[in-house]
């Protein structure tokens, strides 16, 4: 996303000037890319030459897409050396990572910008609209349910994501946008994290609970009718950047969500405390049939809800045609299928958008939509990286301390699913108030 923004609608204000990588395979793969736009090749480095990099190329922005894991190292030693850094989320995976980076941030006089795309997304930014303008009055607490299908859900299980160690589970890898989301629409600071979890659908033991027999220890070695099936060949994305690749540095991305060595949790429910009083219910399921989230926020005036149906379901040995090389997904719509009928059980594909006041009837809202991914949420998040941010009475590029408040609440959930404890974020040593002087987001 950000290298084909480099070299189409943001050509005019940036340029890739290296790439750092495992694999130069995946670096060939992106050369070719550059010569599609006219461009040379990029000098290479290894993750082990990341200081002589910043030597040599001098850059202005690092922009950190590695594993999760690694994520703080990067970080911090290009904010140490002044460079400013777009860093995917989650900004880290544990407490010291997060202390590392938050240390950093404070001391340097470079800019860290966390890219939370959910946020630009016009369904998602209508809901903080009308709860800072007072539709509901002051927020008293919000559910908050998360739905990923066998497809996209089941492909956490495939990759490096399955590895507690490299991504931190599903509640800080994916349920980072969540948190922040919440955050962000309630203006509120976590405060205290309870949390349950386990893993119940994918993995070696659930499998053989519900007598799946054996399995082939790679999804491209599943059967034609195996609906857990990833076949790369098929798709040249995957193919190039992944199948190909194998032999450059190991990394395997097909591995099947039924095998062992899963770390991860499929089924997780929190429970938040915020400063201002506010409670929120989250809960997060990776094997769902369709594809969505339901939130309710309840106020002192109302209750504002929201339902998206991102994908209303899923084709069996799909699986190949429905993932990006990040897991993303695209949308399976039933062209038949127009309204939600609640007698046929039919589930219509879009965001339904619902705001009740007291003594009043609920009303649904529009959702105004935009062009691309996330309802042209991607294309915003772009122009505000690349370009600056203008007046936005939103606030919807995220400060570090943003991301620190987002995967925080993941960290001490999962502290709190393996001691059985609630967890005062007080007591983990970060801190969760911006700093005074913390300037307005410009840009990285």
């Known amino acids: 996303m950000f290298v084909r923004s480099m070299l189409t609608t943001h050509a005019e204000v940036a340029e890739p000037v290296a790439w750092c990588d495992t694999n130069d395979v995946r670096m060939d793969l992106y050369d070719e890319l550059l010569a599609e736009h006219g461009r040379a090749p990029l000098p290479r480095y290894t993750p082990d030459d990341f200081s002589r990099m910043l030597d040599e190329q001098d850059p202005d922005v690092v922009v950190v897409t590695s594993p999760d894991s690694t994520h703080a190292r990067y970080v911090v030693e290009a904010l140490d050396r002044g460079v400013d850094v777009v860093c995917e989320k989650p900004m880290t995976i544990d407490v010291d990572g997060l202390r590392a980076i938050t240390e950093a941030a404070r001391r340097s006089t470079a800019e860290l910008v966390v890219t939370f795309n959910y946020r630009y997304s016009p369904r998602n930014s209508e809901v903080r609209r009308l709860v800072s303008e007072g539709a509901i009055g002051d927020v008293t607490s919000v559910t908050f349910e998360w739905l990923l299908d066998t497809v996209h859900g089941a492909d956490y299980f495939r990759r490096w994501h399955r590895e507690k160690a490299s991504s931190g589970g599903l509640l800080v890898h994916k349920s980072t946008h969540h948190l922040d989301l919440v955050n962000w629409w309630i203006d509120d600071v ?109 106020g002192t005036r109302g209750r504002l809800e929201l339902e998206v149906v991102e994908r209303t379901h899923v084709h069996p040995g799909s699986a190949g045609k429905m993932l990006g090389p990040d897991g993303k997904k695209a949308p399976v719509v039933d062209p038949s299928v127009t309204h939600v009928d609640a007698a046929g059980g039919a589930r219509a594909f879009g965001s339904r958008l619902v705001l009740q006041q007291h003594w009043d009837e609920a009303r ?81």
């Open 190 to 298: 976590p405060e205290v994290v309870s949390a349950l979890g386990r893993l119940a659908f994918y993995g070696e033991d659930s499998a053989a609970a519900r007598g799946l027999g054996p399995r082939p220890a790679l999804g491209r070695d599943g059967a034609a009718d195996d609906p857990f099936a990833l076949d790369m060949a098929a798709d040249e994305t995957l193919r190039r950047l992944y199948l190909e690749a194998e032999e450059a540095d190991g990394y395997v991305r097909d591995r099947d969500v039924f095998g062992p060595g899963i770390t991860i949790e499929d089924n997780l429910a929190v429970l938040v405390g915020y400063r201002g009083g506010p409670v929120l219910t989250y809960s997060l399921n990776a094997h769902s049939p369709w594809e969505g989230y339901r939130v309710g926020i309840n």
């Open 364 to 444: 649904e809202l529009p959702i105004p939509e935009g062009v691309g991914a996330h309802g042209g949420g991607d294309a915003m998040l772009l122009d505000d990286v690349f370009l600056g941010v203008g007046d936005d009475p939103l606030g919807r590029q995220a400060h570090y301390v943003d991301g620190v408040r987002s995967v925080i609440v993941g960290i001490a959930a999962n502290e709190s699913i393996r001691t059985g404890e609630t967890v005062r974020l007080s007591t983990l040593g970060i801190e969760l108030d911006a700093p005074a002087d913390l300037p307005a987001p410009t840009r990285a």
